[in-house]
C-alpha cells in the first residue's frame, strides 16, 4: 500500500502511472477534497487507513474501498448502517493496540470488545472483515517492531480458531522503516508512505 496521505493528488497519479493501484488515506475530509480530481483512475483503491470517529462514518464507507482502521463495536454498527444504505459490502481490518503510546488507537487484543465485535461480524451483513492492523511502537530498537508483528499474528491466529466462520486471512503490519521485519512476521500488506513519496509536506 502506498501511503498517500498528506501529500498532493499529483504524487499519487505518478504513482498510479508507475503501476500502484492501493493507496492509504489517513482522514476523511483530506481524501474528501482529493477525490473529484481521481475519479478517473478507475483501477485504484484507496483504504482509510487512519482513526475514524463515529460521526463520520457514513462519509467514510461512500468514500474509501476500505476501512483499516475498525476499533469498536459501536463504529462496526454505524459502518454497516452507512454501507447498507449505500448498496455495497464494505471490506474491513480491526485494528489492534499493542503499543503502549497514548496517541494509538485500537481494540484491546485481551479485552472483552474484541471478541465480541467477532461475534456480531457475521450478523453485519454489509461488512466483510478481512484480518487485522497494527502500528508498532515508535522507537529505534528493531526487536519491539518484531516483538509486536509476532503479537499480532499469534493473536489473529487464535481469533481465527476461535471465529473459524470469519476470514482473518490479512495482516497489515509494517511501514517504511519496519517492514522488512513485518514480511519477516508474516505481514500480507505493508504501508509504505515515506519510502516512496519522501517525507511529509508539512501542514499549514
Known amino acids: 500500500m502506498a501511503v498517500s496521505k498528506v501529500h498532493p493528488v499529483e504524487a499519487i497519479f505518478e504513482a498510479a502511472e508507475a503501476g500502484v493501484s ?19 483512475l478507475n483501477q485504484i483503491e484507496v483504504h482509510l487507513i487512519g482513526h475514524l470517529q463515529a ?10 474501498s476500505a476501512i483499516d482502521t475498525l476499533d469498536s463495536l459501536r463504529l462496526a454498527e454505524r459502518l454497516n448502517d452507512a454501507a447498507q444504505k449505500l448498496n455495497r459490502s464494505l471490506p474491513v481490518l480491526l485494528e489492534i493496540k499493542l503499543s503502549p503510546e497514548a496517541t494509538k488507537t485500537g481494540l484491546d487484543p485481551a479485552g472483552h470488545e474484541l471478541d465480541e465485535l467477532l461475534d456480531r461480524m457475521p450478523d453485519l451483513s454489509h461488512l466483510y472483515v ?3 492492523m497494527t502500528i508498532a511502537p515508535l ?9 509486536c508483528f509476532r503479537q499480532l499474528r499469534r493473536l489473529r491466529d487464535e481469533l481465527a480458531a476461535r471465529h473459524s466462520r ?31 513519496f519522501g517525507k511529509r509536506e ?3
Request: negative net charge; aromatic residues 6%.
Open 22 to 40: 492501493l493507496f492509504g488515506e489517513n482522514r476523511v475530509q483530506e481524501f474528501e477534497r482529493k477525490r473529484p480530481e481521481l475519479v478517473h
Open 55 to 64: 460521526n463520520k462514518s457514513a462519509k467514510a464507507a461512500e468514500l474509501f
Open 130 to 132: 478481512r484480518g487485522l
Open 139 to 147: 522507537d529505534e530498537n528493531p526487536d519491539s517492531a518484531r516483538n
Open 166 to 196: 470469519l476470514n482473518l486471512s490479512q495482516l497489515s503490519m509494517g511501514m517504511s522503516g519496519d517492514f522488512e521485519i513485518a514480511i519477516e512476521e508474516g505481514s500480507t500488506m505493508v504501508r509504505i508512505g515515506t519510502a516512496l
Open 202 to 204: 508539512v501542514r499549514p
